[in-house]
Protein backbone atom coordinates (compact mmCIF):
# COMPACT_ATOMS: atom_id res chain seq x y z
CA UNK A 1 0.00 0.00 0.00
CA UNK A 2 1.66 3.30 -0.93
CA UNK A 3 -1.36 5.90 -0.36
CA UNK A 4 1.03 7.40 2.00
CA UNK A 5 2.84 9.00 -0.43
CA UNK A 6 -0.15 9.68 -2.85
CA UNK A 7 -0.64 13.60 -3.26
CA UNK A 8 -4.13 14.61 -5.09
CA UNK A 9 -3.91 17.94 -6.11
CA UNK A 10 -6.41 19.97 -9.37
CA UNK A 11 -4.52 18.84 -12.85
CA UNK A 12 -2.21 21.86 -14.77
CA UNK A 13 -1.59 21.89 -18.26
CA UNK A 14 1.67 20.46 -17.51
CA UNK A 15 -0.17 17.36 -16.42
CA UNK A 16 -2.08 16.95 -19.68
CA UNK A 17 0.20 14.51 -21.29
CA UNK A 18 0.52 12.50 -17.69
CA UNK A 19 -3.24 12.59 -17.34
CA UNK A 20 -3.28 11.17 -21.20
CA UNK A 21 -0.85 8.50 -20.48
CA UNK A 22 -2.65 7.40 -17.60
CA UNK A 23 -5.79 7.11 -18.76
CA UNK A 24 -4.77 5.20 -21.95
CA UNK A 25 -2.93 2.46 -19.89
CA UNK A 26 -5.68 2.40 -17.42
CA UNK A 27 -8.59 1.59 -20.16
CA UNK A 28 -6.30 0.08 -22.91
CA UNK A 29 -8.11 2.39 -25.51
CA UNK A 30 -7.10 5.90 -27.07
CA UNK A 31 -11.05 6.85 -26.14
CA UNK A 32 -10.68 7.74 -22.93
CA UNK A 33 -7.65 10.01 -23.04
CA UNK A 34 -9.09 11.47 -26.06
CA UNK A 35 -12.69 12.20 -23.92
CA UNK A 36 -10.23 13.98 -21.47
CA UNK A 37 -9.11 16.25 -24.04
CA UNK A 38 -12.40 16.52 -25.51
CA UNK A 39 -14.16 17.43 -21.87
CA UNK A 40 -11.51 19.87 -21.19
CA UNK A 41 -12.19 21.92 -24.53
CA UNK A 42 -16.04 21.87 -23.73
CA UNK A 43 -16.36 25.14 -21.91
CA UNK A 44 -19.54 24.83 -20.87
CA UNK A 45 -18.79 21.58 -19.36
CA UNK A 46 -15.27 21.73 -18.10
CA UNK A 47 -14.41 22.58 -14.40
CA UNK A 48 -10.84 22.80 -14.10
CA UNK A 49 -11.17 22.80 -10.37
CA UNK A 50 -12.88 19.16 -10.50
CA UNK A 51 -9.83 17.55 -12.83
CA UNK A 52 -7.87 16.38 -10.25
CA UNK A 53 -4.86 14.20 -10.38
CA UNK A 54 -2.74 11.28 -7.73
CA UNK A 55 0.63 11.60 -7.74
CA UNK A 56 3.30 9.61 -6.38
CA UNK A 57 7.20 10.43 -6.28
CA UNK A 58 6.17 13.36 -8.48
CA UNK A 59 4.74 10.80 -11.33
CA UNK A 60 0.93 10.62 -12.09
CA UNK A 61 -0.37 7.39 -11.31
CA UNK A 62 -4.34 8.68 -11.02
CA UNK A 63 -6.98 11.18 -12.62
CA UNK A 64 -10.36 11.83 -12.52
CA UNK A 65 -12.86 14.46 -13.66
CA UNK A 66 -16.15 15.64 -13.03
CA UNK A 67 -18.15 17.84 -15.23
CA UNK A 68 -21.47 19.68 -15.98
CA UNK A 69 -24.53 17.80 -16.81
CA UNK A 70 -27.87 19.11 -17.97
CA UNK A 71 -31.34 17.85 -17.56
CA UNK A 72 -34.06 17.89 -19.73
CA UNK A 73 -36.61 19.48 -17.41
CA UNK A 74 -38.50 22.94 -17.75
CA UNK A 75 -37.21 24.04 -14.03
CA UNK A 76 -33.99 22.51 -13.71
CA UNK A 77 -31.40 25.26 -12.66
CA UNK A 78 -27.95 23.81 -12.56
CA UNK A 79 -25.78 22.13 -9.58
CA UNK A 80 -25.73 18.51 -11.40
CA UNK A 81 -21.80 16.83 -12.53
CA UNK A 82 -21.06 13.63 -13.16
CA UNK A 83 -17.65 11.90 -12.48
CA UNK A 84 -16.06 10.33 -15.14
CA UNK A 85 -13.59 9.32 -16.47
CA UNK A 86 -11.49 7.69 -13.33
CA UNK A 87 -8.38 6.61 -14.15
CA UNK A 88 -5.39 4.65 -12.21
CA UNK A 89 -2.11 3.05 -13.70
CA UNK A 90 -2.27 -0.25 -13.68
CA UNK A 91 0.45 -1.02 -11.25
CA UNK A 92 -1.50 1.37 -9.03
CA UNK A 93 -4.16 -0.17 -9.05
CA UNK A 94 -6.30 -2.16 -5.46
CA UNK A 95 -4.40 0.29 -3.18
CA UNK A 96 -6.97 2.85 -2.57
CA UNK A 97 -5.88 5.59 -5.21
CA UNK A 98 -8.93 5.88 -7.17
CA UNK A 99 -11.22 5.88 -3.78
CA UNK A 100 -8.78 8.77 -2.32
CA UNK A 101 -9.65 10.79 -5.87
CA UNK A 102 -13.33 10.46 -5.36
CA UNK A 103 -13.74 11.20 -2.21
CA UNK A 104 -11.57 14.21 -3.04
CA UNK A 105 -13.25 14.90 -5.12
CA UNK A 106 -16.58 14.80 -4.16
CA UNK A 107 -15.79 16.85 -1.20
CA UNK A 108 -14.26 19.44 -3.68
CA UNK A 109 -17.24 19.13 -5.31
CA UNK A 110 -19.62 19.68 -2.17
CA UNK A 111 -17.60 22.65 -1.04
CA UNK A 112 -18.39 24.36 -4.65
CA UNK A 113 -22.04 23.85 -4.21
CA UNK A 114 -22.54 21.37 -6.52
CA UNK A 115 -26.02 19.75 -5.76
CA UNK A 116 -25.67 16.19 -6.79
CA UNK A 117 -23.03 13.84 -8.89
CA UNK A 118 -24.10 11.20 -11.37
CA UNK A 119 -21.92 7.71 -12.18
CA UNK A 120 -22.16 5.12 -14.51
CA UNK A 121 -20.50 1.93 -12.99
CA UNK A 122 -20.36 -0.79 -11.09
CA UNK A 123 -22.87 -1.29 -8.58
CA UNK A 124 -20.70 -3.12 -6.12
CA UNK A 125 -18.23 -0.14 -6.05
CA UNK A 126 -19.58 3.47 -6.01
CA UNK A 127 -22.26 2.46 -3.09
CA UNK A 128 -19.40 2.81 -0.03
CA UNK A 129 -19.09 6.50 -1.39
CA UNK A 130 -22.55 7.08 -0.87
CA UNK A 131 -23.99 6.90 -4.39
CA UNK A 132 -27.59 5.00 -5.02
CA UNK A 133 -29.37 4.35 -8.10
CA UNK A 134 -30.49 7.31 -9.85
CA UNK A 135 -34.10 6.27 -10.76
CA UNK A 136 -34.98 6.59 -6.57
CA UNK A 137 -34.09 10.67 -7.12
CA UNK A 138 -36.05 10.81 -10.58
CA UNK A 139 -32.72 10.99 -12.61
CA UNK A 140 -32.70 8.96 -15.59
CA UNK A 141 -29.56 8.00 -18.12
CA UNK A 142 -30.09 9.16 -21.97
CA UNK A 143 -29.23 5.73 -22.97
CA UNK A 144 -30.37 2.03 -22.05
CA UNK A 145 -28.32 1.18 -18.72
CA UNK A 146 -29.07 -1.65 -16.15
CA UNK A 147 -30.72 0.51 -13.26
CA UNK A 148 -28.02 -0.67 -10.42
CA UNK A 149 -25.69 0.91 -12.58
CA UNK A 150 -26.53 4.41 -13.39
CA UNK A 151 -26.19 6.22 -10.04
CA UNK A 152 -26.51 9.70 -8.36
CA UNK A 153 -24.82 11.09 -4.76
CA UNK A 154 -26.98 14.03 -3.24
CA UNK A 155 -24.27 16.55 -2.10
CA UNK A 156 -26.95 19.21 -0.93
CA UNK A 157 -30.53 19.20 0.62
CA UNK A 158 -30.88 22.13 -2.41
CA UNK A 159 -31.48 19.28 -4.63
CA UNK A 160 -34.64 18.92 -5.81
CA UNK A 161 -35.78 15.51 -7.30
CA UNK A 162 -39.47 16.92 -8.69
CA UNK A 163 -36.91 19.16 -11.13
CA UNK A 164 -34.91 16.22 -12.08
CA UNK A 165 -35.13 14.09 -15.25
CA UNK A 166 -33.18 12.63 -18.11
CA UNK A 167 -29.62 14.33 -18.01
CA UNK A 168 -27.89 15.52 -21.18
CA UNK A 169 -23.98 15.08 -21.60
CA UNK A 170 -21.47 16.72 -22.81
CA UNK A 171 -21.24 16.16 -25.97
CA UNK A 172 -17.69 15.06 -25.79
CA UNK A 173 -19.17 11.43 -23.97
CA UNK A 174 -20.31 10.58 -27.94
CA UNK A 175 -16.78 9.16 -28.33
CA UNK A 176 -17.07 6.48 -25.54
Known sequence: MI???VLIRPETAEDFEGVYEVNKSAFDSEAEPQLVNELRAEKTAFIPEL????TFKGKIVGHIMFTHL???HPEYKGGMITLAPMAVQPEFQTQGIG??????G???AQKMGFETVVVLGHEKYYPKFGFQEAALFG?????T????AFMVK???EEFNPAHAGEVIYPQAFELV
Open 3 to 5: LDG
Open 139 to 143: VKAPF
Open 106 to 108: LTQ
Open 145 to 148: VPSS
Open 99 to 104: SVLIRE
Open 70 to 72: GVK
Open 51 to 54: SLVA
Open 154 to 156: ILS
